[in-house]
């Protein structure tokens, strides 16, 4: 009879040991609780929770990922946009995020879409199309002044994508296109201005250089003469003409 109680105290302890011994690792926090009352943060390592008497419940601390899901939200100048961004939040205190909040990741969840909104309503479009860091930082500032009761701390929210309406995307690219023939037209007429400037210093500097007009003329000629399916014609002044004309009278023979 002794030997079957030793027995039975033997595998009771065998089976009792597993569920008495837990491990906590290094990124891990335990949230003690005996007979329901909260009795403590368990640190990593090898710890000992008694059954039936105590429970134990882990918070992990690393940095998590929330996904704030694609939504459409009406900007301050009336124009629906659809917009998602991401949060990554850590545990910072495991006691209250096990105490304070039932469903911590779903509630920053939660809490970052009407943030989100509320951001995104008070801003015009070209506003939120540049300054998705000022957005996301005034989105941060407002989950973490509510999640911080929760034990949570909002490490970074990121805008990822923003939509527009079909019908404003053609809107805008029609304006981008405004835009840079604006700037072609510009960069145009300026160009044309300098040019104008450096022609008619050229053309004094020719005017004051005696025979400097000539040369030019004769090699714009040997220039134009390089490619043979060019026809050139070279105006002759009047005033040689008359010269050429007075020389033949002049030379011819007179009649008897």
């Known amino acids: 009879m002794y030997e079957i109680c030793i027995g039975i105290v033997f595998f009771g302890l065998l089976f009792l040991i597993p569920a008495t011994i837990r491990i906590i690792y290094e ?3 335990g949230v003690l ?42 900007t301050k100048d009336n124009v629906p946009v659809s917009i998602n961004a991401v949060v990554y939040m850590r ?3 495991a006691e209250k995020a096990v ?21 995104i309503g008070n801003k015009e479009l070209d506003f939120v199309l540049t300054e998705r860091a000022q957005i996301a930082d005034e989105i941060k500032l407002l989950v973490d002044k509510e999640t911080d009761e929760w ?13 527009l309406p079909l019908d404003m995307k053609r809107v805008m ?12 037209a510009i960069i145009k007429s300026t160009g044309e201005v300098i040019a104008s400037k450096n022609l008619r210093e050229a053309a004094e500097m020719l005017t004051r250089a005696p025979g400097a007009l000539h040369l030019r003329t004769l090699e714009t000629l040997s220039d134009i ?11 002759i002044p009047m005033e040689f003409l008359k010269a050429v004309e007075g020389f033949a009278k002049t030379t011819a023979p007179k009649k008897k």
């Open 225 to 235: 003469s390089s490619d043979q399916s060019n026809t050139i014609i070279v105006p």
């Open 173 to 184: 690219a029609r304006q981008a296109e405004a835009e840079r023939e604006k700037r072609a």
């Open 91 to 93: 545990v910072i205190s």
């Open 151 to 163: 034990g949570i701390d909002i490490t970074a929210i990121k805008v990822q994508d923003i939509e």
């Open 33 to 74: 609780f005996t007979l329901g009352r909260f009795s403590g943060v368990l640190q990593p390592g090898l710890r000992v929770v008694i059954p039936i008497v105590q429970s134990m419940r882990k918070v992990d601390t690393r940095i998590k990922t929330v996904d704030i899901p694609k939504q459409e939200v009406m």
């Open 27 to 29: 990124y891990e926090r």
């Open 99 to 119: 105490l304070k909040i039932e469903n911590y990741v779903y509630a920053v969840s939660q809490y970052g879409q009407t943030a989100l909104r509320d951001v």
